[in-house]
């Protein structure tokens, strides 16, 4: 059992199954719940209003990397794309492939703004190197269960039925995002239904086609996607790894924005 408050969200996700035992949770102390969750989760507070991005935590790893095989800023990308890319459907290769036109996404756009992003972090001497800026992207959640409940009592404890399946979502700080990967000509009433939940839960839906994720040689992908994941440095002191902290704590200083 895990103790969350009952402000934060609870973002299930690398599900291939979902049934009443994968998701539980009953009254806590004060406003708290506790939770019983079966699959992969994360914790989200969102009157922090931070994204979460691929370096902020809260990673489950089968066995946690080994830094003498990932020594690189290439190598601990290509060690998180492999381990999102196992988080997806079985039989999913538009997840998968979204997956990988992300991580060509984050690390086109790294290099598009390097001279910009090696300026900031000049004055910290060889303690960065503008690649990792890499780790500020958003962070994907392949199969995520999105709590979209047909009863939105204030009083009520989630249970797994309040929860609905996406293709992959993120947390981009002040709202959750799902990407809708399906055909815009598919009549699959199951999607229809589930996507109509979400827009009625008031989560935000950005849809990707295939033919998008296809085009390999054109912007169109990252044009659909909104500013904040665009800029994903923006609100960063400074970059950090995932799998080394190299964050400079709760320095005081602005914050980059350009």
């Known amino acids: 059992m895990t103790t969350v408050n009952r402000q934060h969200l609870v973002l299930p996700y690398g599900a291939n199954h979902w049934d009443q035992k994968t998701f539980s949770s009953s009254p806590g102390a004060k406003d708290t719940l506790e939770i019983d969750c079966h699959t992969r989760f994360v914790i989200i507070d969102p009157a922090q209003a931070t994204p979460l991005r691929l370096n902020g935590g809260q990673y489950e790893f089968h066995e946690p990397p080994n830094m003498r095989l990932v020594p690189t800023v290439f190598d601990q990308l290509a060690y998180l794309e492999t ?31 390097c001279e910009p992003l090696s300026k900031v972090i000049e004055d910290f001497g060889n303690l960065y190197e503008y690649h990792d800026w890499a780790f500020s992207a958003f962070r994907p959640l392949p199969q995520a269960y999105i709590y979209a409940p047909k009863d939105h009592a204030s009083d009520a404890t989630p249970q797994a039925d309040d ?17 809708d990967l399906s055909d815009p000509g598919s009549t699959d009433p199951f999607q229809s239904r ?25 912007s169109a992908f990252r044009d659909l996607l909104p500013e904040p994941m665009q800029n ?11 799998f080394v902290d190299t964050k400079l704590g709760d320095i005081s200083a602005s914050t980059i924005d350009f």
């Open 163 to 179: 929860f609905t399946p996406t293709e992959m979502a993120f947390w981009t700080g002040s709202t959750v995002l799902v990407i």
């Open 232 to 242: 994903f440095w923006h609100g960063e002191l400074a970059p950090s790894r995932p």
């Open 83 to 113: 381990h999102f890319i196992t988080l997806c459907g079985t039989y999913s290769k538009l997840q998968r492939l979204f997956i990988n036109r992300y991580f060509d996404f984050i690390v086109g756009r790294v290099e598009d703004e």
């Open 194 to 218: 589930r996507l109509k939940r979400i827009k009625d839960a008031g989560i935000n839906i950005l849809a990707i086609t295939p033919a998008v994720l296809d085009d390999q040689q054109s």
